[in-house]
């Protein structure tokens, strides 16, 4: 079965640094997602990479996914108060399966 | 994007009741629906699988007698909790698969269940 190891499981940056949160899986990767949660509440869609070596960014996110495609990124440029949340990745295996998730990064931002 | 609605948003339960949470692709026909649980500062677990008009697919783990699910139309997924303890309260989303070739999945909201 496909696992995801995210990292770090939490993290406390002070407003304006950037920040990294990784995510690697044991096998290929056919799709990567990355969500946004507060806890409770649903999943805020932030981007999915398919293809080997895809970069997209939205506003102040940015996602790799590497060549091989099993590790991704999720970079954070100058971070706001409205970036923390819990951060997940999920992995679609490409079959009819549901996505298998990462545990979680916990990100608190420091004004 | 597509959106994906689930009722009710929050529900609390006396022990041994049954509670059904409805699971609605509201713009688009989905052939696919999942069902995942998520524990208290915990990753989303998926939980089963359900293809229209057929019998879900669960994990190893999920008790499918416990966890009832129905997907009777191709906008319509629903998840009845029967006999319910304690141990299930949790958050329990739902995410809605559409067209063939398109890898995206919606997810919905999320029913908070409380058992008391």
């Known amino acids: 079965s496909q696992e995801l190891e995210q990292s770090p499981q939490s993290l406390i940056v002070q407003e304006g640094k950037n920040l990294t949160i990784n995510c690697t899986s044991s096998?290929?990767?056919?799709?990567l997602y990355w969500y946004k949660q507060k806890y409770g509440e649903g999943l805020i869609f932030l981007m999915m990479?398919?293809?080997?070596?895809e970069e997209k960014s939205h506003e102040k996110i940015t996602a790799k996914l590497d060549e091989k495609k099993q590790q991704s990124s999720l970079h954070i440029t100058a971070s706001q108060p409205s970036h923390a949340g819990i951060y997940l990745c999920?992995?679609?295996?490409?079959?009819?399966?549901?996505?298998?998730f990462g545990k979680g990064t916990h990100l608190i931002i420091q004004p | 994007g597509a959106v994906v609605s689930q009722h009710p948003s929050r529900v609390i339960c006396k022990s041994g009741t049954s509670v059904k949470i409805e699971c609605r692709s509201l713009d688009f026909q989905a052939t696919t629906m999942f069902w995942y649980r998520q524990f208290p500062k915990k990753s989303l677990m998926l939980m089963a699988t359900?293809?229209?008009?057929?019998?879900?697919?669960?994990e190893q783990g999920v008790e499918k007698d416990k966890f009832l699910i129905n997907h009777a139309s191709l906008t319509l997924s629903t998840l009845t909790v029967t006999s319910a303890h304690p141990e299930d309260s949790s958050f329990y989303i739902c995410s809605a698969k559409g067209l063939a070739g398109v890898l995206e999945q919606f997810f919905g909201p999320g029913t908070r269940l409380t058992v008391l």
């Open positions: 999920g992995a679609d295996s490409g079959g009819a399966d549901g996505l298998t």
């Open positions: 359900s293809n229209e008009g057929s019998k879900a697919t669960y």
């Open positions: 990479l398919q293809k080997g070596g």
């Open positions: 096998k290929t990767l056919y799709g």
